[in-house]
């Protein structure tokens, strides 16, 4: 369900210049606005990497279509787009917002970990998921990621974990350069999707240690695919439904190339995969 904005919590780094907001079911959400100075295609590239990786089991922040009211801007201020030197305006109507870990004022979220605590991370496996899905949907950035320390019970329930017992969790973000971002074209890279730190790699042996996530992308429902366009808001694709109903169909039929996409990644990149023979 939509949910609308209630109040500012700050502004994020980032190219589209997300916005922290409260939002009225409680939560709160990195939003992503219509006219961000990357394209509108990122909010809908950002919606569809997240119902894929939903379905795929690989962990993500929910996210919500968040509606941005002309009384929330005039109450806010602070909401605006800059480019250069000039300041400009959100325009009101639906946005893309990706759900944050809990309260900001309460729960600490990194983006990085040293060593000694990343290979410690619950969820690590999900970095092997996320490669294969990177590589499916042609992500010309490298892999985002957050993490954060939670019980594990809420956020990995199929982990069978005790429900006081707490770990760091990762959270796969930022999916606004899927396709190429605005471009929605899928090209291939050896570097594309790649996480920045090679220890998530390390103990991969071969394409099995995909598994169960290769699998699930290989026989992609269209199911899945034709509910989370029917949920997108018209304004993010008016005029452009035939452009996404075509990318859609590329990427169905791709999605039988992810073996050899990843076996390219590997080869162009073999120093991160030392365990692969």
Known sequence: MPVDARRLIRKMRGGAQPHLIETSDGHFYV????????????????WLGSAFLNYLGISTPESAIVRVSEEFLRENPEVHIQLGSGRHAVEPGWHFGSRFPGDPAVNVVYDFLPDTLLSGVENLADFRGALAFDKWTGNADSRQSIFFRARLKQWLPNTGSHGTRTGFVAHMVDHGFLFEG???????????????????YQSIRGL?????????????????????VK????????????????????LLARSRRVPDLIEAGRAGSKERFPAWR
Do not use: C, T
């Open 208 to 228: 099995d240690d995909f598994q169960p996530w290769l699998d699930r992308i290989v026989h992609f429902p269209e199911e899945v695919v034709d509910l989370a």
């Open 31 to 46: 939003v992503k606005f219509l006219n961000n100075p990357q394209h509108r295609r990122i909010l809908v590239n950002e």
């Open 182 to 200: 605005p471009h929605w074209e899928l090209k291939d890279s050896p570097l594309y999707g790649l996480y920045f730190r090679p220890m998530v």
């Open 231 to 250: 949920q997108i808001p018209a304004a993010w694709i008016e005029g452009e439904e035939q452009a996404l109903s075509d990318l859609l169909d590329r």
